[in-house]
């Protein structure tokens, strides 16, 4: 009798396994829970950031790597919101900024030294703060430098160009945006509202340019720009979790599968250069594991980490992950302290890994991922502009780049055009209600200006003696 046909997969044994309790970050207290679908734990390959819940306002930790043990309840945080954090997320293109949103409708940019923090962060680098109601999602463009999108529960989504500290791009929306995504190069969005319509935009002008009816059940659905379309996870009209597969430009449903009654609402973790896609949810205790391939039935089930009920889950891009050992994801899941006081809670890494014997570089696992050089400027994609990714390749390891932030200044690191100086603290920007930070002095800030012209001077003057050894060149090679 014929054997069973076993579709062949290089990810069908990739398995998790949770860090040794001495590379795990123990006894933080207070971490945000139950009041939010966003990403209230963000990583790259410097840091990870979890919102908490301080006597008051909002905050959120910021460690670094080698923080791992038990984190002091003194341990500096940033604590510039007035309401609760609800978003977190890392600039791709530079480690040390990072996005958050609160739920009295302000969004911080702040910069994070490469020392970490040694000392409570209050002032931000640039406040946005044109909604009206709580924010929802803060996504970084994935192609271009220093832009921003934001939406909240106002029914309204931004597209901000922080080198100016102002909107360019406002879509009204007919419902509350639950899950955002950008495609893959930035081009378009696809949103997905509370009136369970899954709708995509033009990112350059805001004009949709289709929608159709997601998910039956009622409370939030999640959205993801994949290769072979938009991927969703929402809930049925029974209430069942489910996702689903969809034709970003009919709307037609190619694939559709039924997962469990529970109740949390699964975020999406795609990577796009393995195909693979992850599942995961507040209160759960798995994250399931999936492969999308270019042809019907396009979604195959891998299999399902098992482990601890989990508040948050946070997760490493691609460049952060150890090619060594063949770890194609790291997740950080947040959960509640087994032992001692298990009021607190402890971060978890969880290395998702290919098995493989060879010790060489996988290539046919690691193919060249986005990096983190941006492909085009601010100014560019507000232009009209579209660029993919910048690709890098992994085999050599990555190293992410030192920036160190001078202590007692704010180094503006989002762009030239941005205001500076303690004036930008209280001129209102018409029509944004943005203003940009700084807590540089006049007499640093002169410093600064003259330092400028004098490298500019010496720039001008390498380039005059160019040009006229260049000049000479071509004399001789003209005899």
Known sequence: MAGRFVRSSKYRHVFGTPSKP??????????????????????????????????????????????VGRIDNEHPQVRGHKGKVLDLAWNP????????????????IWEISDEGLTENMTMPVVELDHHQKKIVKILWHPTAKNILLTSAWDNKILIWNLETVQPFVEIDT??????????????????????????????????????????????????????????????????SREYALWDEKTGKKLANEELDSSNGVNQIFYDRDTGMF???????????YYEMTEEAPFLFYLSTYQGKPQTAVGSMPKRGCN??????????????????????????????????????FQDDIFPDTAGDEPSMTAEEFQNGANKDPILMSLKAGYKAKEKTVRA???????????????????????????????????????????????????????????????EQLAGKMDQ
Request: hydrophobic share 35%; proline share 3%.
């Open 93 to 108: 293109f530079d480690d040390n900024i990072i996005a958050s949103g609160d739920d009295h409708c302000m969004v911080c």
């Open 408 to 470: 007692g200044a704010t180094v503006n690191k989002l762009g030239s055009k941005m205001q500076s100086g303690s004036s930008a603290l209280t001129k209102e920007r018409s029509g944004s209600g943005a203003r940009a930070a700084s807590g540089v002095s006049s007499s640093e800030l002169n410093a600064l200006k003259d330092e400028v012209k004098s490298l500019k001077a010496t720039v001008e003057s390498h380039e005059a003696r160019i040009a006229s050894l260049e």
């Open 278 to 288: 992850y599942f995961a949810a507040k209160g759960d205790s798995v994250i399931r």
């Open 22 to 67: 001495d590379q795990q970050f123990t006894g933080i207290r207070g971490v945000m829970d139950g009041a939010t679908d966003g990403h209230v734990c963000a990583v790259n390959p410097k840091f990870v950031a979890l919102a908490t819940k301080p006597s008051g306002g909002g905050a959120f930790l910021v460690l670094k790597h080698d923080e």
């Open 174 to 239: 007919p419902e509350t945006p639950f899950g955002i995504d950008w495609d893959y190069n930035g081009s378009r969005i696809v949103v997905s509202c509370k009136d369970k319509k899954i709708r995509v935009y033009d990112a350059h002008k805001g004009d949709m340019l289709n929608e159709w009816a997601g998910h039956d059940g009622t409370k939030p659905q999640m959205v993801a720009f994949t290769k072979q379309g938009v991927l969703t996870t929402g809930f049925s009209r029974m209430s």
């Open 323 to 360: 090619v060594n050992s063949c770890e194609v994801m790291r997740f950080y899941r947040i959960e509640k302290a087994s032992t001692g006081n298990t009021s607190n809670f402890v971060i978890v890494p969880t290395a998702m890994t290919v098995p493989r014997k060879s010790e060489l």
